[in-house]
């Protein structure tokens, strides 16, 4: 299972250089947070990971790994992501 947090950053393609400085740095923070995932050592098929403890690993705040995590099916708290490779029914 790939997670893909980048693909849901709204994109910006205006002129703005102060817009874009904001949209490549929510792109370098997914990049972060998949990573994170992606190198994270699963120890349950099904793993809980909290706002609070993606932050204390990633030193990324509360607030914007819960906006980058929201889209993809994260909570108030926190997200519920499988094993990659585990197969949910």
Known sequence: MDIDIVGHVKPYR?????KRVIFQRKVEQANKLEAYFRNYSFTEEV????????ANETFLG????????????????????????????
């Open 62 to 89: 509360r607030e914007t790994i819960k906006k980058l995590l929201i889209p993809i099916g994260g909570g108030s708290n926190g997200v519920t992501l499988p094993k990659p490779g585990t197969v949910i029914d």
């Open 47 to 54: 793993q809980i990971f909290t706002y609070n403890d993606i």
């Open 14 to 18: 205006g002129t703005d250089s102060i």
